[in-house]
């Protein structure tokens, strides 16, 4: 055991930049941060024990989390087309034809035949507001 941790040490340093700074192998990066996962681990002690900040191991554990969930997302979710076709309902009218026959007050008789029920409720709004012999008293 002790000999797999001493070999991603070496690996995991690759070099320095001009700052100081340590340049880290990626796919050691990984190997470290999917052993961080697994239950019962000390990140704490992984990073003590690999010579490197447990801050930057979080860091790079968080990293490593939201690529996996960038690509479960993308893997679940297909791409939406450029452009969405635009669907328009086509609403038939119901054509039921009626034959009305109407008696006002004043006696005047109408019947009227194979109307539409989608007019029948103008036409009645229009009568109903006709004056009448028996409706205007004066």
Known sequence: MLETK???????????????RC?????AKQELVQSCLQPGVSIARKALEHGINANLLRKWINHYQAAARDTQADELVPPLPAFVPVLTPV???QTCEAMLSITLVNGVQMTLQAI???ELSPLLNTLAHLPCSA???G
């Open 6 to 20: 001493s070999a991603l040490s070496r690996r995991l340093v690759i070099g320095h930049r001009c700052d100081g």
């Open 23 to 27: 340049r880290y192998d990626p796919i």
């Open 91 to 93: 609403i038939k009218s």
């Open 116 to 118: 539409d029920l989608a």
């Open 135 to 137: 409706s205007t008293r």
